[in-house]
């Protein structure tokens, strides 16, 4: 998806700049740098995967162990480290 995604903005820049799409681009110009936009494309992907794995999925984790805070505040009329220490056993 990342290669496409690359390319498809080469073209787009190209075409936005008014500059010409024929063969002479494709086989000067983009030929000898496919391989650095395909290994630029492959660390981008990881770069992603890695962010996901480090933010999304711990905050859906933290959210899943403290979503009963508010809760246990207004129901217990403990602390807040006691409702988030409560709401994490639970």
């Given amino acids: 998806f990342m290669v496409m995604h690359n390319l ?7 075409f936005f700049r008014g500059q010409p799409l024929g063969d002479d681009f494709i086989n000067i110009q983009l030929a000898p740098v496919l391989l650095p936009i395909f290994l630029c ?3 981008q992907a990881v770069i992603i995967s890695a962010g996901i794995t480090m933010l999304i999925i711990p905050g859906i984790i933290a ?3 403290f ?5 246990i505040l207004l129901d217990k009329h403990c602390t807040i480290t006691e409702a988030f ?3 994490y056993r639970m």
Avoid: N
């Avoid at 498809?8 to 190209?14: G, T």
């Avoid at 979503?67 to 809760?71: A, D, E, K, L, S």
């Fill in 41 to 43: 494309s492959i660390m």
């Fill in 67 to 71: 979503i009963f805070t508010p809760m």
């Fill in 8 to 14: 498809y903005f080469i073209f787009a820049l190209r």
């Fill in 63 to 65: 959210a899943t162990f």
């Fill in 85 to 87: 220490t409560l709401s």
